[in-house]
């Protein structure tokens, strides 16, 4: 797929990588590495999009190869396998198939989307669920947001608990249960939206929906007019969602992993 815009990758790239704090972080020339004891991807893996412009010459090939060597060591030092993010912003423009080269695995293809808050807002009308926006995350939301074991959904507090930016823990209840959560996370004229979850006793209700209007509309109200998400690029439900929510394809990404079997999603 064509890519509307060349200079969106490298914003959203670096505004995601804010929204999802790991738990350790280093810098390595152009990339950053991030450690969050193996859960998720994001949170553990090479952020090859550079802070900034960045200029490569092929008198650089030794340099770069030497990176990758130090990124696969401060990995294996963790018991993890070194994993980096591949997007249209990738430094330099040759990793993705350097890594190859090395026997690196592509995990989790998957795509970013991104809308106007306000064409959102029209493309989805008015709903009747009700939508709760905290400041912080409940132990609630958080069982909903994350259906994981809970060595793992413990990891995922910490990270959203690392936010810095204004964050919105979006929930739909059902009497007492939170039943969908959404995570909205605003910075400069973006609001991303993460952790999309409906529990299967409630899906098919507009739940979903409900929840990108109401950060679509909170987004508005603090001056943010643009919204990203991700998605995987084999889910085809979510991404008819965010189509009939005036959402559209931005860029694809995925991670390169080394030899070494372990993922736990995006």
Request: aromatic residues 8%.
């Amino acid at each position: 797929m064509p890519i509307p815009d060349p200079s969106i990758p490298a914003r959203l790239d670096r505004l995601a990588d804010a929204a999802w704090p790991a738990e350790e972080s280093e810098i390595l020339g152009p990339w950053k590495l991030r450690a969050a004891r193996g859960v998720t991807q994001r949170a553990n893996s090479v952020l090859t999009t550079p802070p900034g412009p960045a200029v490569f010459h092929p008198a650089d090939d030794r340099h770069i190869d030497r990176l990758i060597d130090l990124a696969e060591r401060f990995y294996a030092q963790r018991g993890l396998p070194a994993h980096f993010h591949i997007s249209p912003a990738r430094f330099p423009p040759d990793l993705d198939d350097r890594l190859a080269a090395r026997g690196y695995d592509i995990v989790s293809p998957a795509q970013v989307w991104t809308g106007d808050a306000a064409e959102v807002q029209r493309a989805i009308g008015a709903l009747d669920s009700p939508v709760v926006l905290d400041a912080v995350p409940t132990d609630d939301w958080i069982a909903c947001a994350f259906d994981n074991p809970l060595a793992t959904r413990h990891v995922r507090a910490q990270i959203v608990g690392r936010i810095p930016g204004p964050a919105a823990f979006a929930s739909i209840r059902d009497g007492d249960t939170i039943v969908a959560a959404a995570l909205a996370v605003g910075a400069d004229d973006w609001t991303g939206v993460f952790c999309m979850a409906t529990r299967p006793t409630h899906r098919r209700r507009g739940h979903a929906r409900a929840l990108i209007r109401a950060i679509a509309a909170r987004g508005l109200s603090g001056g943010r007019r643009r919204m990203y998400l991700q998605v995987m690029a084999d889910n085809a439900p979510a991404q008819s969602l965010y189509r009939a929510a005036a959402f559209a394809f931005a860029y694809p990404f995925h991670f390169r992993r080394s030899p070494v079997t372990s993922e736990d999603g995006l």
